[in-house]
């Protein structure tokens, strides 16, 4: 298949702006950690490790990948019912687990991928036959049961994510739009009526903790310390101003060298940049979001298949989606949750899996059609 690539396609740009990502990821980490160097040397590690992988999965055709679609779902799925069984506990929730020589994973974060491919290729299968209800039910089920494994863990943001990625892999998929206003129809009151149970105590099986970061958003006065972390991240963010405090910096007027802020390599470490690169180094970050999100979108465009162009619409709502929510979270505008922000956050599973679902991008790119924009 490599008679097919057309290397004058390879998006280098958007291998740039993932690196340039990178680069201020390790700029802000090795500052929030104190000059860490375990680390600093961990995330570069994992910067190289996953390069490594992007650039070799962007060389592999991504329909033999997609082929293996239902071995790695089962893969995604058993990988999870380890972590309920043998997962390491850290903050009263089971997400991580180790692997012999590799370490520490978060599985929940390769599972992600791992949705892409299996809902890219069963769409593509099934195109024809999109709008059956056996069809739709099928995809329900697929979604259902890596969802409520993650739920258990428990890990509500994580499945949002994938709700959402799941969602905007279905509407590419061309399904009919009585399905989705029919699915907004429900969608709405159900929604409606969780947060009037929540907000009246009635939701079992939401964690104590969930429901008050949750209702810390409706009531912040009456809920303060279940806001303390985002209000400091708040007051972070508008102390930097316009070109931040500096990388670095040792001023005793800062949020993070007050211990004031908590995950500041990884939850919050869009606080880190407001405060210590300001405005300015916000605007850049969330410009090159955006860039990695519009290239992945042009190459969905030119893609040959239905399969190579959800493979992009996936990667790109699950960028567009994580990176939205995570700065949203810093600046108030969402609920407490515990999302990374993709190639700046502090952790290998995070970084390395945004880089196989980006060197599958990649080859998509290699496989386009020409057309004329």
Known sequence: MFLD????????????????????????????????????????????????????LSL????RILNFSMVIYGVCIASLVAVLIWGNVVNNAKRWIEVPVIGQLQPSEF??????????????????????????????????????LIFEQPNLSTCLVIMVMVLGIVFASGISYRWIMGTLAVTIPVVTTFVYLLLHGMIPFIKEYQAGRILAWFYPEQYGEARYQQNNSIIAIGSGQL????????????VKNGNFLSEEQTDFIFAVIGEELGFIGCVVVITLFLLIVYECLMMAARARDLSGRLLCVGMATLVA?????????????????????????????SLISIFIGMGLVLNVGLQRETRHF
């Open 5 to 56: 690539y057309d290397f004058r396609h390879f998006n280098f740009r958007l291998v740039f702006y993932m690196i340039a990502l990178n680069i201020i990821g390790v700029l802000v980490i090795r500052s929030a950690t104190n000059m860490n160097a375990d680390a600093v040397n961990k995330q570069l590690l994992g910067v190289l490790v996953g390069l490594a992988v992007a650039i070799g």
């Open 60 to 63: 592999i055709d991504y329909h």
């Open 111 to 148: 599972v992600k991928i791992g949705l892409i491919v299996t809902f890219s290729w069963y769409f593509m299968k099934y195109q024809e036959r999109i709008n059956q209800v056996s069809t739709v039910a099928i995809a329900a089920a697929l979604f259902a049961a890596p969802a409520a």
């Open 243 to 254: 070109k931040g405090k500096g990388l670095f910096n040792t001023t005793i007027a800062s």
């Open 321 to 349: 989606f994580q990176s939205f929510a995570n700065i949203a979270v810093a600046t108030g505008i969402f609920p407490n949750t515990g999302l990374p922000l993709p190639f700046i956050s502090f952790g290998s599973s």
